[in-house]
């Protein structure tokens, strides 16, 4: 997909609230799941991706306020899909509009989404252009171990849609930040960065 190229004064910023997590007994049965909470702030929006499981509030509220930006302050709240570990604190953005886009829509400057099934039927990613681009995969790629092992999401509805989903994530993306893991490079093969944390 083509997307106008921007100055660099006008890529989104991206950070990460809070990565995701996930335990898993002996046999692989997922004992807890919490989401990534990511940031972005392009130069006409505040855009929060998904919000995280319950009882997180005050932990997502704290490291918005690190980087000076209050719940009133954002505009737009995404969901990669409706797991209640990705939007049980979407009342904190009492004054944000949720947005559910459809595949390609341009939601601000420099930041679109992607339909990416699998997971869920309802499962999309974010993509922020800039120097480097972010895909916030969701579920769609909850893990840095389901990147380097190439197996698709443990628990999905529809495997072939998520091998395709992960498969095209990988293929335009420099760094994932993955629903249950912290971000990695897609060129390295490891964890990295955000560029606004380097």
């Known amino acids: 997909m083509q997307r106008e190229i921007m100055h660099c004064e006008s890529f989104p910023k991206v950070f990460l609230l809070k990565p995701g997590s996930i335990v898993r007994d002996g046999s692989g049965r997922i004992l807890d799941a919490r989401s990534s909470v990511t940031?972005?702030?392009?130069?006409?929006?505040?855009?929060?991706?998904?919000?995280?499981?319950?009882?997180?509030?005050?932990?997502?509220?704290?490291?918005?306020?690190?980087?000076?930006i209050r719940p009133e302050d954002v505009d737009i709240?995404?969901?990669?899909?409706?797991?209640s570990d990705h939007c049980d604190n979407n009342h904190l953005f009492c004054r944000a509009q949720i947005l559910t886009p459809a595949d390609g829509e341009l939601i601000a400057q420099g930041v679109w989404a992607m339909r990416t099934p699998g997971h869920s039927m309802d499962s999309i990613s974010i993509v922020a252009e800039g120097p480097k681009r972010i895909v916030i995969a969701g579920d769609?790629?909850?893990?840095?171990?389901?990147?380097?092992?190439?197996?698709?999401?443990f628990?999905?509805?529809?495997?072939?849609?998520?091998?395709?989903?992960?498969?095209?994530?990988?293929?335009?993306?420099?760094?994932?930040?993955?629903?249950?893991?912290?971000?990695?490079?897609?060129?390295?093969?490891?964890?990295t960065k955000l560029p606004e944390d380097e």
Do not use: C, Y
Request: charged content about 20%.
């Open 39 to 68: 940031l972005i702030m392009s130069k006409e929006e505040t855009i929060v991706v998904d919000t995280g499981l319950a009882g997180e509030g005050r932990r997502i509220l704290d490291a918005l306020n690190r980087i000076g």
């Open 77 to 83: 709240v995404i969901n990669t899909h409706t797991h």
């Open 140 to 153: 769609a790629l909850p893990t840095f171990g389901n990147f380097i092992k190439n197996i698709p999401p």
């Open 155 to 191: 628990l999905h509805v529809n495997r072939e849609l998520a091998v395709s989903s992960m498969a095209k994530i990988i293929s335009i993306a420099d760094i994932v930040i993955p629903g249950h893991d912290l971000p990695f490079s897609v060129r390295e093969r490891s964890f």
